[in-house]
């Protein structure tokens, strides 16, 4: 390693721990605005980087913010990796003709899928009500089903093609547009805000992980697996989740880096999070109430750049690290 990309990447680790401390530092509420010290500039006794028009101080701010971008970020990069990676490695791995399901169990699928697009604004107001009641009307539809001869029959599921599908669709609208768009109509809360970010970013890894697969099943050791008997599930934990999930190293820190980055999209528009909730979007949207006050944009600018290259550089650590580790194995 040179010592440019020695020093870079201290650097990068050391920023990103220093956003970690302050997640975990950040007081979990904002104490009481100073309203006898709006837009005070930075570099002051009491405050450091100054205060907002509302007179909050920026440096709690953006301590505040931290604690708000990691625990919207991990979870829902974590979530979109796993989700993603598991539906990548299944598609590449079983492909369109491995998996045999009876035709009446498809058909109360599809009932089920049109059932809850026909209540989707009740599924909405109820998620969780919503996701229950569509797994037990699809249960007991495919039990009913199954007890007929024509639904007794076994066709094969393509979920290679279902999968790419998905992400066909889901990749067809920008993921801004999507994101904003979700994000506009649903209720402001973290929660929802992570289940909508990894239910709208597990398109790559998927495709990742997908093509990562379809190079390991060609493989001698898959073929011998297969021919010895074992089941295609434990083929798949025991041999090639193994050798395609580093991958992920590299795709994790660039899913921060961009839900980091929808996320202070979503906050600087007002959408996505409570508005009592602290972000690094706030603090720069509040700089449309003080276009004089520099440090509004300058202080969460600055934050949000170091951290998102931070991000992006130990990505590419990581990427380098693993083709040496490849290149060393052959």
């Not at 837009?39 to 007179?55: I, K, M, R, S, Y």
């Not at 906050?267 to 006050?293: D, H, K, N, Q, Y």
């Amino acid at each position: 390693m040179s010592w440019k990309r020695s020093v870079g990447f201290f650097l990068a680790v050391c920023w990103l721990l220093l956003v970690l401390l302050a997640a975990f530092l950040a007081p979990t509420t904002l104490p009481s605005p100073n309203l006898l010290q709006t837009t005070t500039p930075p570099f002051q006794a009491e405050h450091w980087l100054g205060t907002d028009p509302v007179g909050y101080d920026v440096l709690t701010s953006l301590l505040s913010g931290a604690r708000s971008a990691i625990f919207i970020s991990l979870p829902a990069a974590l979530c979109a990796n796993l989700l993603g990676g598991l539906l990548g490695v299944l598609a590449g791995f079983f492909g369109n003709t491995r998996i045999r399901i009876l035709r009446g169990w498809v058909v109360a699928a599809l009932l089920s899928v049109v059932a809850a697009g026909s209540f989707v604004g009740h599924f909405w107001a109820s998620p969780g009500l919503g996701v229950a009641a569509l797994l037990l009307l699809g249960a007991l539809l495919g039990r009913l089903l199954g007890h007929l001869r024509w639904g007794q029959k076994p066709v094969f599921f393509p979920l290679d093609d279902v999968v790419q599908a998905l992400i066909g669709l889901l990749d067809s609208v920008p993921l801004l547009v999507l994101v904003l768009t979700v994000a506009a109509i649903q209720r402001p809360s973290p929660l929802g805000l992570v289940v909508l970010l990894t239910a709208t970013c597990w398109t790559t890894p998927a495709r990742v992980l997908r093509a990562a697969t379809l190079r390991v099943v060609p493989l001698p050791f898959i073929a011998a697996a297969e021919a010895i008997g074992l089941p295609p599930l434990r083929i798949v934990r025991r041999h090639v989740w193994p050798m395609v999930w580093p991958v992920l190293l590299v795709r994790i820190p660039l899913s921060i880096a961009l839900i980091i980055g929808l996320e202070t999209t979503l906050s600087f528009l007002g959408i996505g999070m409570p508005p009592e909730t602290p972000s690094w979007g706030r603090l720069l949207a509040s700089s449309r109430l003080a276009p004089t006050a520099w440090w509004l944009v300058v202080c969460p600018g600055t934050t949000l750049f170091l951290t998102i290259w931070s991000l992006q550089r130990l990505a590419q650590e990581n990427k380098v690290r693993s083709m040496t580790r490849d290149n060393v194995t052959k």
